[in-house]
């Protein structure tokens, strides 16, 4: 009797302990070590290149500003500005046409010209400036002259780039003077319609357009 009596008294308090612990007798609760979140890395910025405000079909012309990028070769990489007789210079090279060409004719001709100095030549040209393409603008606009052409320039966005109209522009009635095999036509460009429901009239500059605002 007194061995079943400290039997029954040693389990009453084995219960009172795990109950006690917030435990089921028998259940043992593991331990988990809380650790903060790692912080969140930040990504790396990205780099302020320039890039090419041309088509990969644009063709160079005098004045135009190229990036010649020779890979692991800094001393030959270069910004040039085309000359008027469209030539640039390079060293190693000297003079090298690049008026007429694409920047990827470019590219290709200058890597086949290196060949002879530089094992496996890796050239990229791009164009920072477009210089050689211009149209013009007279009449009611805030800055009246010329002004480098870009791609798929449409009146509106040259207009906007001259500084807008003046308040004495006459909107509908703009319109565009161009010439094509010797002759000069006139493309006519309603300035409002193109601001109220973005309809350009299917107009895209060229170079040498001259925009009139009366």
Same mark, same amino acid.
């Given at each position: 009797?007194?061995?079943i009596f400290s039997l029954v008294f040693f389990c009453s308090v084995i219960s009172t302990w795990s109950t006690a612990a917030g435990q089921q007798p028998g259940v043992t609760t593991p331990v988990l070590s809380a650790k903060p979140a790692p912080a @969140? %890395? *930040?990504? *790396? !910025? @990205? &780099?302020? /290149? #320039? =890039?090419?405000p041309t088509s990969p079909s644009y063709v160079i012309g005098p004045q135009d500003v190229i990036q010649v990028t020779v890979w692991k &070769? @800094? !001393?030959l990489s270069q910004s040039l500005t085309v000359r008027p007789d469209g030539m640039i210079s390079l060293p190693l090279? /000297?003079?090298i046409p !690049?008026? /007429? $060409?694409?920047p990827t004719l470019l590219s290709t001709d200058l890597s086949s010209r290196l060949k002879k100095y530089i094992n496996d *030549?890796?050239?990229t040209v791009t164009v920072v400036? %477009?210089?050689?393409k211009r149209v013009f603008l007279l009449g009611e606009v805030g800055h009246v002259g010329g002004m480098p052409l870009t791609p &798929? $320039? #449409? *009146?509106?966005? =040259?207009i906007a780039a001259a500084g807008g109209l003046s308040p004495y522009a006459n909107a509908k009635h703009i319109y565009i003077l161009r010439t094509e095999n010797g002759k000069q036509k006139k493309l006519f460009f309603d300035y409002k319609k193109a601001i109220k429901t973005g309809n350009e009239q299917g107009i895209v500059l060229v170079p040498g357009d001259t925009i009139v605002v009366p």
């Open positions: 009797m007194k061995f @969140p %890395v *930040p990504l *790396p !910025a @990205p &780099e302020s /290149g #320039t =890039a090419s &070769e @800094p !001393a090279l /000297g003079d !690049a008026s /007429g $060409m694409t *030549p890796l050239v400036t %477009v210089n050689s &798929e $320039m #449409t *009146p509106l966005q =040259a």
